[in-house]
């Protein structure tokens, strides 16, 4: 049973359904029950179709937790998909508790609801930022138990954090083998290791040399007081050496991202790469071996990733004069350094701190820049030419037979077609009417609506090109929207428009523009549950800090000229409706007269995709937010409209210049009022 139950989640690992369906009606039309969010099985709780069932696979990680002597198994999210396989939850922010009579997940508020559903009622879910946190829970437990966990994939400051918390409370956190590893296996479902090609990532889109930037980061160290430093995060590999993975990867989940499994040290005189020895080609030892790279200290020696922490501590052990080494600590999207990096390296001589190398990559050279405008040019032809599409078939021809499946399938194609297109940025979230209010909803066979004219359409998705990576949401309606699907479209317009307009002193801390955005349903009591912009990679990750636009942040990024983020507020109405605008922002420099309170910057839009003027109440906005709104859509004809007459696609130029068109400010209430007091 457990094969096949493997296989199906497999298949549909990156996609997340959320919507409970009443058994009466058909994919196109359900209702939401009510029920226990924590439990998932209170007595309205109708069995949803993605739920799994996790007896199994709990009754043998039981044993194994009996077998290794510990009290209770922490699990944390990791590439391979083992957190799903033990409790079917498919989101991208989780962690588990299994005890011999309990199982736990915690998840934050984008996946509250797609929680309740794949979880079963083994389990009970636990709401990040409003229960009891994971290492409160286990501090309960009792004094002289023990917490287990594979140091391999804790982050060292999330181990060293929980670590202390239980001690306070007489629990120990002790390392164990990875216990899933011992149960899920090949040989009932697990899927065959599978490891991506790494090819050099060329210089007309890196911009900037290995050398150049490993001396850059020298130059940190050094300023910084470290000897040297062991990189492990995948991103920030990739981007010093200008390497990139192509290819499957069997720990790829939601985010499809041109990483590969590495981990490397630097120093003042050398530089160690592990990488898997299959995927080292003639080209890529060349690329990080130039023939004068002994003289710079720049030569790269790759060995294999199997040894690497043996190495590291074999490299330890053989220094005569070692002084701090930095290691990673967690960032708003990574997890940092493993413990087991962490302990392989002797206290007197390791520092857990911030990657230099995360601001080098977030701020983009003039090439990475070009690249990513370029990218975003690419894509939106892509998405305006099968946004044409769609309400050609949907709302002119009357089609039925479109489905959120593939419909997002279709699009894939789209961007396919773009030159050097390499697939997209991440599993595509093509949502109708109430699945649009599962913040992060991708659909299944079991959840996949039909696509049609009495409700809102959301999309979320995104490409990966050799020039930038893309993340675009807009939201469609092939009908007649209500009224109150007009204002809130509005709401969630103008917050994102008055986010793109504002100006801020330079490295103002993302946390204090977040207001800006969400203020318009602040307004009429309000929210939505997640962030209001990440930072973005070029050809990297879909989420790149340090930005993360959030009042509650615990790590706030600071704007700077040249680097990229999204800005994308939302509503969701549970059970009818949800909408996301996400536009990717630019940073760049504002001229001012004089110089008396520094320097200032403000944000430009890469992203270059039409709003939805029949969802837009213009007579709510402001003359200013309505004038951004023509400058925009100038930009888009001017750049995105070219492009397309140029191909030829006049189904999609028509598209676009249907939503371009000029509104004038005294649409706004501003001018409405004045006219009729006069």
Known sequence: MILNLWKFLLLFSTFKSCVIFDQSSDSSSYVRSTR???????????????????TEQLMLLRKEIRLANITLLIVPLDEVGRLLWVSGFSGSNGQAVITQEEALLWTDGRYFIQAADQL????EMMKMGTDESMEEWISKTGAGNKAGADPNIVGAGDWLDWAKVLKEKGIELVTVDNLIDNVWTEGNGRPPAIFKDIVVHDMKYAGETLEDKVARLREDLVENNYFGMVVTELDEIAWLFNIRGEGKSHSEGLYHSPTFDSICLVTPQEIMLWLHSSKVTEDLTSHLNKPDCQSSH???????IQTSLADIADWVDSQESLETLLVTQPSNYLSGASYAVYRTIPEDYR???DSPILQMKAIKNQVETDGMIEAHIRDAVALCDWAAMMEEQVQDFGAENWTEISAANRLAIYREEQEDS????????????????????SPTPDTDSSIARDSLYMVDSGGQYLQGTTDVTRTFHYGEPTQEQRERYTDVLKGAIDLARIVVPDKTQDTAVDLVTRQFLFNKGLDYRHGTGHGIGAYLEVHEGPILVRMKNAKPGSFEVGMFFSDEPGYYKEGEYGLRLETILRVVEFDVSGDEYGKFVKFEPVTLVPFEPKLIEFEMMTPEQIDWYNNYNQLVMRDVGARLMESGKQRAYDWVEERTKFVSPTESYVFKRWASVD
């Open 422 to 441: 390499r697939g997209l940025s991440f599993g595509t979230i093509s949502a109708f009417g109430p699945n649009g209010a599962i913040i992060h909803y």
């Open 36 to 54: 226990d969010i924590h439990t998932n099985c209170g007595p309205n709780d109708t069995v949803p179709p993605n739920r799994v069932n996790t």
């Open 120 to 123: 079963d009622c083994n389990w």
């Open 351 to 353: 520092a857990l701190g």
């Open 298 to 304: 720049t030569c790269v020696t790759i060995k294999d």
